[in-house]
T-cell receptor, first 114, second 111 residues
Framework: GAGVSQSPSNKVTEKGKDVELRCDPISGHTALYWYRQSLGQGLEFLIY????????KSGLPSDRFSAERTGGSVSTLTIQRTQQEDSAVYLC????????????FGDGTRLSIL | DAKTTQPPSMDCAEGRAANLPCNHS???????VYWYRQIHSQGPQYIIHGLKNNETNEMASLIITEDRKSSTLILPHATLRDTAVYYCIAAPEWGANNLFFGTGTRLTVIP
């Protein structure tokens, strides 16, 4: 069946521009997560959605980062006024939510800020 | 969440069993052990998880010690496609709002 889909797969943009990254979770998965991974590093948690609400935004690094989820499905991560340190792979995962539900990841969006 | 410790790298001959250890000596009673792997340029892939009993699925086996302070992921017949970074994670039973991926073990399967 279809897995987690992320778009675009690669994004190159100039410093100061805004970017939007999209995540299509697995159908029926109520929980959705955003992480980022810098080169050679582990994953850094950004935000968690249960349905359309975000009970845990603790990982968002600054107010330039925001995310929304509509219809309990697609999510968009927006980065405003991008900086070079925002360059990373942004990964989305989804799960059935609740008790002991493994997260299933997309292949990420590789964001490069020039 | 409990911290986990893994060796930074391991090699395994193709066709042999790969045994990847993980220490989680501070794991609490409601924390499960999860294993994920990440192949180059791909997102992490869920492998298996367990609480205290040994578990097996089509990908791997998970052996958890009786005191739950350590575990071993076993890939019974490693192939070149199993070359990846393997992450051991201890996460609570409910929700696991975020998973803490450390630096993992880089497994190289050698022809």
């Amino acid at each position: 069946g279809a897995g987690v889909s992320q778009s675009p797969s690669n994004k190159v943009t100039e410093k100061g521009k805004d970017v939007e990254l999209r995540c299509d979770p697995i159908s029926g998965h109520t929980a959705l997560y955003w992480y980022r991974q810098s080169l050679g590093q582990g994953l850094e948690f950004l935000i968690y959605f249960q349905g359309n609400s975000a009970p845990d935004k603790s990982g968002l690094p600054s107010d330039r980062f925001s995310a929304e989820r509509t219809g309990g499905s697609v999510s968009t991560l927006t980065i405003q006024r991008t900086q070079q340190e925002d360059s990373a792979v942004y990964l989305c995962a989804s799960s059935l939510g609740g008790r002991v539900r493994p997260q299933h990841f997309g292949d990420g969006t590789r964001l490069s800020i020039l | 969440d409990a911290k986990t410790t893994q060796p930074p790298s391991m090699d395994c001959a193709e066709g042999r069993a790969a045994n990847l250890p993980c220490n989680h000596s501070t794991i609490s009673g409601n924390e499960y052990v999860y294993w994920y792997r990440q192949i180059h340029s791909q997102g992490p892939q869920y492998i298996i998880h367990g609480l205290k009993n040994n578990e097996t699925n089509e990908m791997a086996s998970l052996i958890i010690t009786e005191d739950r302070k350590s575990s071993t992921l076993i890939l019974p017949h490693a192939t070149l496609r199993d070359t990846a970074v393997y992450y051991c994670i201890a996460a609570p039973e409910w929700g696991a709002n975020n998973l803490f991926f450390g630096t993992g073990t880089r497994l190289t399967v050698i022809p």
